[in-house]
């Protein structure tokens, strides 16, 4: 599950990458007056607190786990 | 769920900032000027090139100057538009320098009822080739009644450009972070007091958080950095003092792990997150203020006003410090809830 959803955004970064590449401007995030930067920037947010909403997403998993198996 | 509603204020002024933040324009402003310099005594044809202007608006009341300083600026002879984001100005530069220095840049200034003033700082460099002329020309045409445009915009800055919204993304972080570690700090302090395992949960919780919000600041700032100062890591001053944060709560993290016994973990845990926090008010408070650096306001206090954080950016900016701040309660809040429950199932 954890390696089908990193191959998954792996595979979105890598098939967008030429369509940004290759654009007609020098460089894509120069562009439109660097507004692209700002994109980047709520990018990193979102992605990191994906991160930890997965890190928590796992430890209640765990913690349901134990819970159905573990009453003894 | 009643409880619950700074959860609902933090969303709503989360959203406001990311739409408010993204959605107002910049200023125009003056993007390009060629040609960059010129000799003192000749006819200077500038072509200028805007950034969010529409140069067509209000032509016929269109003024510019280049200004040396205070006293000395040359009014234009002649003003041409071309389209939307392109003018001619034309300026017949005095024969001699004032003070007779050997080169001195000048700043433009382009001012009318629709855009407002707008100014590139040293967008010529005038240089002085046959010294002796008269420099009293500079002196006949002073800069007089701009235009003040009142529009909700924010300001347009070389180089920063559209990147200055990072500053809702990118400084909030930092005070999240600040807030969160020292709130972790706090509880460490009534764990050492009071000896609660409640203190204890909340402090690791809250450094978590404070941790996330410290990367994160770290992350948006190298990405702004990389196409504002060129790199993303350029050995500044506020990025060698929040690595070595970061660092010092890393090892906090180990230190916590590296204890079996939860009683003895809590309580050195504790001791260790007092100090680390201690280390915040040099590390973040003192020493950025004591060197140079590329930050805004370098070598002195931060640099919150002027032209970097104006009237319209705090109505976003001071938002989205307490959204911050809120969203990193309710993210600890979760971790403190799951290990709570870890606890009470292990028992």
């Known amino acids: ?72 | 769920m009643r409880k619950d509603w700074w959860k609902a204020l933090c969303v709503l002024i989360l959203l406001y900032t990311i739409v408010v933040g993204l959605i107002v324009p910049l200023k125009p402003g003056i993007e390009e000027t060629l040609p960059v310099s010129v000799d003192a005594g000749e006819l200077l044809v500038l072509s200028v090139k805007g950034y969010n202007t529409d140069f067509v608006n209000a032509q016929d009341q269109r003024r510019a100057w280049l200004k040396l300083d205070d006293t000395h600026a040359v009014a234009a002879n002649q003003l041409l538009t071309v389209d939307e984001r392109r003018v001619r100005i034309s300026f017949s530069i005095p024969a001699s320098l004032p003070g007779n220095s050997t080169g001195q840049p000048a700043s433009l200034i382009i001012d009318d009822p629709f855009h407002g003033p707008m100014v590139k700082p040293d967008a010529v460099m005038i240089n002085n080739a046959a010294a002796g002329g008269s420099a009293s020309l500079w002196t006949t045409s002073p800069v007089s009644d701009l235009h003040v445009r009142g529009a909700f915009r924010y300001p347009f800055r070389p180089i920063l450009y559209e990147t200055i919204r990072t500053i809702y993304y990118h400084v909030p972080m930092w005070f999240a972070m600040i807030f969160m570690l020292f709130a972790s700090g706090w509880h460490s302090i009534r764990y050492m007091r009071f000896g609660q395992t409640v203190n204890d949960r909340w402090a690791s919780a809250l450094a978590t958080t404070g941790t996330i919000f410290g990367v994160l600041g770290l992350l948006t700032g190298m990405l702004w950095a990389k196409y504002t100062w060129g790199t993303a890591w350029s050995w500044d001053i506020k990025q060698n003092v929040s690595a070595i944060t970061l660092l010092i709560y890393f090892a906090y993290f180990i230190l916590r792990k590296s204890f079996d016994d939860p009683e003895r973990r809590a309580r050195t845990a504790a001791v260790y997150n007092v100090f680390a926090a201690a280390m915040l008010i040099p590390l973040l408070f003192v020493i950025p203020r004591l060197t140079d650096s590329l930050h805004p306001g370098s070598g002195g206090n931060p640099a919150l006003g002027g032209e970097d954080l104006d009237n319209t950016m705090r109505a976003v900016f001071y938002p989205a410090v307490i959204g911050w701040i809120l969203a990193g309660l309710w993210l600890s809040q979760v971790l403190y809830r799951i290990r709570k429950l870890e606890h009470e199932v292990a028992n």
């Open chain 1, 1 to 72: 599950m954890k390696y089908r959803i990193s191959t998954l955004i792996f595979l979105l970064f890598y098939l967008t990458r030429p369509a940004l590449g290759h654009g007609e401007s020098v460089d894509f995030m120069r562009d439109t007056g660097k507004i692209y930067v700002v994109v980047a920037v709520l990018a990193v947010i979102f992605l990191v607190l994906i991160g930890y909403l997965i890190y928590l997403d796992l430890k209640t998993r765990k913690l349901e786990k134990r819970i159905r198996h573990g009453s003894n």
